[in-house]
């Protein structure tokens, strides 16, 4: 079990490009996310997938766009990358059993836009 | 604004002493969690607690969840140089998280 996968690890873009996101799960979770983590910010989210073929903005959606392409499968897009987007972003997956709501991290994709 | 504040910010103390970090909420949520985040690597579940007044114990991490489900904390005994990381706090509602910024601990050997 590999868990929540993401790739890049590293990118470094130019302000205009446009770059994809990687994230893949392999737990069978209905649910998946896309964060950003700043310093002193904690971690904000971007957009959600409820459920495969429904994506809904989080609390910072604007410059991004995302893609649930099957229940494996989040991708988040960058149509032109800003240096504001200078961040760590990490995807997740979730799931809710008897012992209750929890949510399982990729290792994160450090992004610099210059 | 974030919705929940956690304090201190960074938090510096020698292997042995103990240490509290606190995560205050303006809203009541249906449950708090704790998360650990080392560098490089995305955050770990600690624990969740749901229920006003609820503690729960993991080792040396005892966390408490306020009466009022808007306030929580974190307490490490005889802290470790390898509990050294980013503890954050996060209130769940509608099946997502909010977090709050985190607070920075450092245990010196």
């Known amino acids: 079990n590999a868990g929540v996968t993401q790739t890049p690890k590293f990118q470094v873009l130019k302000t205009g490009q446009s770059m994809t996101l990687q994230c893949a799960q392999d737990?069978?979770?209905?649910?998946m996310y896309w964060y950003r983590q700043d310093p002193g910010m904690g971690l904000r989210l971007i957009y959600y997938?409820?459920?495969?073929?429904?994506?809904d903005k989080g609390e910072v959606p604007n410059g991004y766009n995302v893609s649930r392409l099957n229940k494996r499968e989040f991708s988040l897009r960058l149509e032109s990358a800003a240096p504001s987007q200078t961040s760590v972003y990490f995807c997740?997956?979730?799931?809710?059993?008897?012992?209750?709501?929890?949510?399982?991290f990729g290792p994160g994709t450090r992004l610099t836009v210059t | 604004t974030q919705l929940l504040e956690q304090s201190p910010q960074f938090l510096s103390i020698q292997e042995g002493e103990n240490l509290t970090v606190y995560c205050n909420s303006s809203s009541v949520f249906s449950s708090l969690q704790w998360y650990r985040q080392e560098p490089g690597e995305g955050p770990v579940l600690l624990v969740t607690?749901?229920?006003?007044?609820e503690v729960k114990k993991l080792k040396r991490l005892t966390f408490q969840f306020g009466d009022a489900r808007k306030d929580s904390s974190l307490h490490i005994t005889a802290a470790q140089p390898g509990d050294t990381g980013l503890y954050l706090c996060a209130g769940v509602k509608d099946y997502k998280l909010s977090f709050g910024a985190g607070t920075t601990v450092t245990v010196r050997a």
């Open positions: 997740a997956s979730s799931e809710t059993l008897a012992g209750g709501y929890r949510q399982y």
């Open positions: 997938s409820a459920s495969e073929g429904t994506t």
């Open positions: 607690v749901v229920t006003g007044g």
């Open positions: 737990m069978n979770h209905n649910s």
